[in-house]
Each structure stands twice: as C-alpha cells, then as structure tokens.
C-alpha cells in the first residue's frame, strides 16, 4: 500500500517567544494585544529591553513617555534599553 | 256579575242602569250592529252618573281574559297540535297559519271594542273619561300574551322555527344566494328555496304566509315574543354553518366583505318577518291610527337596527372563536394567513376575547411545540411566525409578549437553541432560512431600548397599553417586534449569541480548505450593524487571521520554490494560523503525526519564525483536514479527504501493514477509544482495512470489487455525532464556573462569610470585566455554590457561605 498525501491543512496557533504570558504593564496577555489596540501580532508587537523584560511595544513606549528624568524598565527599575 | 259592585241608588233607576250598560257593552262588544248615536250617548252619561263608566274598560278586559283562557287559548293549542305527524312541510306551515288566524279573529271583537272605548275615552263622550286607547291596548296585549304564552308547548317554536327557516331559504334563493347542497340534487328538479320539486314549488306561497303571519303577530304584538327565540336560533346555526363552510381552515382570503354583503340578504328577510302591518299600511291608513303607527314604524326600523348589530356581534364572536381554535395553524402558515389575521383583527376589536385568545394560544404552543419530539429548528420557525403574525394581529405587542412566554421560556432549556438561531441568522441551510434574510435588512438590535425617547413618535399618536399587557413591562420600555432582537433576548445577553456565533465560524473556518471567507466576511459585517462593533471585534481577528494566514503560506512557498526539487518536504503542508486569544476555545486532544507530517511542520515552524521575529507556532495536530491518495494492489482510492488522525492512521500502515489497536494507540499518543472509532472508518467505509484475529488490523491489498467506493468522495467525520472543533458550551461554561472558584475562595479568605446576594455583587464587579463578559443570574451561582457545599469545599449556615476552617 501507498499513501499519498496531496494536501495537509493544518492548523496552529502563533504565539512570541517570552518568557512570560502576560504584559507587566497592562497585564493583558502577550498573545493578545494592548488595551489600545485591536488585533494581536504584527500591529501590536513586543518589544524586549536589555534587561530581558518584555513589554507590548506601546505599552513601555507609553510607559517611558510618562517618565520624566530617567528611563527606567517598571520591572527591575534598570535604565531602559530596547534590545537589538 | 258586574252589577254588584255598583252602588246602586234607588230601584227604579236600576232598571235603566242595566239597559244602558247592555245598550253600551252591545255597542263595545259587536260594533256591527248599528246603535243609534243619541241614545248610546244618553247611556253613557246615566253610566257616567253612577260612576260605572270606570268600569267598562276592566269588565272588557275581564271578558277578554274569560274568553281567553275559557276558549281561545286551548283552541289555539289544539289547532295547532291538530293533526299530528303526517304533514306535509306545506301543510304545517299553513296549519300554524290558520291558528294564529282563528287566533286573532276570536280576538278581533274585544280589541275593537277595547279600542273603540279608547277612542270614547278619549274623545270625552258622554263625559267617558279613562286610560285612552294606547293603555287599553297595551293591557290587553299584556293579558293575551300572558295567557297563551304562560304555558307555551315547544310545537310552536319548532313550527315557527321550521316555518322561518324555510322561508329564509326561500327568500335567499330568491336573492340570488345560491346554496351549493341544492345543485346536486339527481333530477336537479328541486326548487332551491323550498326544496320539493319545481312542478310543486311554494316559494311564494311561503313569503306570502310570512308576510301575513308577521302582520297577524305584530297586531297581537306577539312578533317579538314568537319569532326573536326562533330567528335567533336560525340566524346562529346558518351563520355558524356558513362560517365552517367557508371559513374554517381557510385563511387565504378575507371574509369580511363576504360577510357584510351576506348580512344585507338577512337583514333583507329579517326585514320581512319584522314587517307590521303598520309599515304596509303606511299610505292608507286612517289618520285615527297615526300614533300607533309612527310607533310602529320605528320600532321596526328600531329592531331592524338592533338585529344589525346583534349579528354583527354574533358574526364577530364566533368568527374570533372559530379562529382562535385555528391560531396556532393560522400562525404556521403565516405569510398566507395574512388574510385571516387582517379579519382577526377586526373582529376581536370588537369582543373581549383577547384574555381567551392568550390562553388557547399558549396551550396551543404547550401541547403541540414545546415537547420533546419537536425538533428545535421547527420550534424557532413557529416562534418568527409567530413573531411575524403576533405583530399584525396586536401592534401593541402585548399578545406576542404574553402569549410566547412559554416559547421563550422552553427554549431556554434546549442546548442547542443559540446554536440554531446562529445557523439561522448564518444561512445554513438546517436552519431557520427566515433569519438570514431578517438579518441582512439590518436594523441594530435594541436590546438597551436607550432610544426610545429619541424615535420622534408624535405624542398623538401614543396609544394606552392593553388592559392585558404584563405591568411590569410598562413604562417606557417598548415592546420590541423585531424578530432578531426578539431571538437574542431569549437569553437576555447578546454575549451569550456572540460566543456561539464565534463558536459557529471557527468551525467553518477550520473546515475552509481554501482560506475562502467571502461569505463569512459578509456575515460578520451584518452581524456588526446589529450588535455593534465591538462585540464583533473577536470574528474580525479570525477573518484577519485567515487572510494572513494565506499571505503567509504564499510567502513560505516562494521561499520553498527558490530551493532544488529534493528539498521541498512543505509542498504538501499548508496552514491555518490563529491568535489564540481571539479564537474560542479548541478541543485540545493529543495525536501524534507521523515523522514525515511532524517534520514538515517543524520546518514550517522554522520558516515561519524567521517570517516573524520572536515568534513561533503551536500545532494543533488534531485540527484540520488532509487529502490524500490510497494506492492498493488492485486499486486506488484518490481524493479523499480526511481528518489528521485518520491520515495519521493510515499513513502508519504503510511502513508496516499490521497494527494492533495498542500499538497505533501508543504511536499516535491516542487514546485507543479514540484510534478505534477512527479506524472504523478505513475498515468499513472504505475497506481499507480489516480485524483479524487478535485485534489486529491489517491492509487489504485486493478488496472484493463490490465494495470500491466512489472517487473523489470527501469524507469528513462521519462517524462522530458532532464534528465541533470548539468545546462545548457547557464545558465552557464551566471552565468560567472554575474561574469564578477562585475568585470566590479568595473573598472568602479575606471577608470570612459572605452571603449569596453579596458574593453575586461582588463577582459581577470583579469578573465582568474580562474579556468574555457572562452573564450568569444568582440561581446558576447557587447551584454552582451548592455543588461546593457538597464536594465540603465550602460551608453554609444561615444562608451566609465560609470556607471550611481546616483549609
């Protein structure tokens, strides 16, 4: 017997490669998006410091925004950094 | 007799007394024999003298009441009893005839003389003075009433009533109104209206009866007392036969018209039974009798008028009685019946039978849809028509609110009643095929009904609600009559619908074999103008999803097609991608695929990631769907279409071509429940494989040829009852229910106890604001309570809830 396979159609779930599940600022889910936004993925991406903390990208954005004098990670309070 | 209750003088005046008296009560009792006009008056006058002139009118009376009940009346009796049975119809008409007119000629010579001595009275002759001819009469009426009627034998109803009914058939084939029962008579010989043969016909010797009789009646002024009992019954039993002749299950056409025009005709024969003598005689009759007749006149016209009515009333009654006892067919053939509904409606205007209505209704709905054997598709249909005809028959809605309670609340307890109404509301054909074209003309659902104040409603045209309306839903709150809007507040919450709508397209977008989503795009746009953005926004992402998904197989293949032609282990793999977050929940079940499948979606995997940074993918192996070609020694199976865990089934046979169930089980990481109803498909459908002894299942490589199946035939999961890729709603349910665990453990924690309503409030605060907003009511969290006192996760007293102390 042989079995040919014409066509698999599968079905997967994406989701970012963080070391938490949700956003430490909104605690929205990571594989959601932040309360401002609508859908999930390309338009509301994560962006992570060189502290290894992980945020929605508008959320810390938002969150440095607000920060007058120094821009510090809201997790451990280190000068925030965006990872290359 | 008389002449001893006269004070009587002196004897020589008796003598004269006694003439005058006879000489008078000659002239009363026989006007035919002429008196002399002086000595009439001379007698009158001595009468008046001794004060006996009071006393003609009573010994009058006196003498008509002896002579009545002495001979007329049992006369009249036995006359009309006469000779029994062996009558002809003919002959009995004219027997009840001729007694009434021996009747009046015995009665003839005392109401003259009565009205003679009213005219005396009247005129004051001879100083007469006394009641007048009208009192005179209306005693006399009185008396002859009275005593042939004190007793009366049921013959002269039924001869009156048998005589009526015939002359009204006589004078309704006269007017042209055919009755379909006389055509089909053998010899078609037989008169429509008196039903003997036409050589014999007495049709207008019965009118001329009619007419006479009448006359006879109301100069007795009997015609009230004999014939309104006996026109009544008639008029009752024809209208009721005409009616289920013509009316009953037929509901196309209106019968108002109908009606009317039939009730002119009867009022046309009425007019001839009611017909005085008055009426005939208008133009030339004395102008003496000019009272008697103005009142004759219009009592007439008067009856003519109340017998209108009266009809128009019956007509009414038993019309909205025979329909009520149709409504619920009346209602399932809706859209035809609009006719019987528009007739409905005015008639029930007109009576005060809409609590009556309510009440067979709603037994109508228990006893025929809301059992178990109805299917709830079937339900849905009967409860938009409903909707659809309830609102013609009832714009205030109060008869659909009341009335469809029950629907409502019965729907509430079938599972898959959501499920339906968004199968509906989706086109599928199992369900509803109303609601699609009910939701593409797009009004929003007004479940909040904020807007009522807006809806620019001239306050002119506001209307009281029904006495019968629900008084709790009074006030501001209109009565909503959109079928939609209706639907979804089965439940009260629209959430509840969009969940299973979301539920209803992850199905259907899982099943896509080729990212088509034009007409779910469509679908979610009209949902959108209903419930509003927002609550659609979870079914945009999917769409999006699906969409992106497609760009990105693209994009994957044209990086595999820059490759050489040995490495494109992806040719065969494509894939739906989903934002978890925003899909409902997914069965979760664990399969296994074969190194090849798992290989290729590892690359996939890796290709996607260098596609998006930091992402990655999770399969779902169990999802989907796979086409494949079989090739057996003697045959080939091409184009099927299976799921993943049959593919993965067969795809294990070929490298070995026998399994035992423990051994696939174990491959596929599948419960063997699982990978046995699934092999059931490739053993017999498909007869791919067979059980040997053992319990194992091996290949056939040379099937009998009776059972090659067709080519190209798709088969998806005809095995499984439900083919859902969503969990159910009751395991969602209580997945949310668990939620709720721990908030409630928590508060415990901190407050000590609580009571049920306080527990209530504070998880509505609290867990409303996720992101599937459910609403749940205080008896299901009781309930959910409950369960935790028994499982002795909980403790309660007095109503107030704690956690046990030792936790």
Redesign the interface.
Known sequence: ??????????????????NDENCGICRM?F??CCPDC?????DCP?V?GQCSHCFHMHCILKWLNSQQVQQQCPMCRQEWKFKE | MEADSVPVSGPALRMSVAAAWDKVAAALVSPGCLQEEQGLLDSLVLLGDHGLDQLLGSWLLETLQMCLSSSVVPEFWSGLKQPENELEERDRALVLLAAFRTLLDRLQPSLDGLEQLGIWQEEGRGGLSGLGPRSLKERAVTIIRSLLLFSPDPILQERVLEFYSRTFSVYMSQQGEQEERGNDSPEGRLCQGCEVLTAQCWCQEALEHLQELSHILSKLQLLERVSSESVTSILHKLMEQRMERHCRGEYECSFLVNFQEWLELVLGWLSKVFDSEADADAPTSTPGAAGDQSRGCSSSSSILKQWRCHMQQFFCRIYVNMRIEELFSIITDFPESKAAIEDLKFCLERTNQRQQLITSLKSAFESRLLHPGVHTSDILTVYISAIKALRELDPSMVILQVACQPIRKYLRTREDTVRQIVAGLTGDPEGCTDLASELSRGDPVTLEMQDSDEEGNDPEDWTPDPTDAVPEKLGWKRRSSDIISLLVSIYGSKDIFIDEYRAVLADRLLHQVNYNTAREIRNVELLKLRFGESHMHYCEVMLKDMADSRRINGNIREEEAKLGEQEQPLQFLSAIILSSEFWPPLKEEKLELPPPVSQAMETYTNRYQKLKAMRTLSWKPHLGSVTLDVELEDRVLTNLTVSPIHAAIILHFQEKSSWTLEELSVKLGAPKELVHRKIAMWQQQLGVLREEAGGRYCVVERGSAKEKPERGVMLIDSDEERDSNTTTQSEQREEKLQLFWAYIQAMLTNLDSMTLDRIHSMLRMFVATGPVVTEMDVNELEAFLQRKVREHQLMVSAGVYRLPKSS
């Open positions: 017997m042989k079995v040919k396979i014409h066509q698999w159609n599968g079905v997967a779930s994406w989701l970012w490669v963080a889910p594989n959601g609508k859908v999930p993925g390309d994560l992570w």
